[in-house]
């Protein structure tokens, strides 16, 4: 299921900056929004497989966004977009 994660987060990344190279607000709200598929397919997904208490649930979100934001910022980090 990792490796999975891993080319979803991959493919994601990749066409983030191909739509910020053609602009970079394209970048950003494609971004957004593939990103947030992702986390309700994951989410919905997952609600079906466990059944998880509120409390749970709550700590998955903060693992999750801690998560997306240590990606976005390693990706960021170690491959930038050509902007003009």
Not at 21 to 47: C, I, M, N, P
Request: glycine content about 16%.
């Amino acid at each position: 299921m990792a490796a999975a994660n891993v080319a979803v987060g991959v493919g994601l990344v990749l066409v983030g900056y191909r739509l910020m190279e053609r602009r970079v607000a394209y970048g950003s709200v494609g971004g957004l929004l593939l990103g947030g598929a992702v986390v309700y397919a994951e989410a919905t997904v997952g609600a079906r497989l466990f059944d998880l208490t509120f409390h749970e649930k709550r700590l998955l979100v903060v693992v999750a966004g801690v998560g997306a934001a240590l990606g976005l910022v390693g990706a960021l980090s170690v491959v930038r977009p050509e902007l003009e």
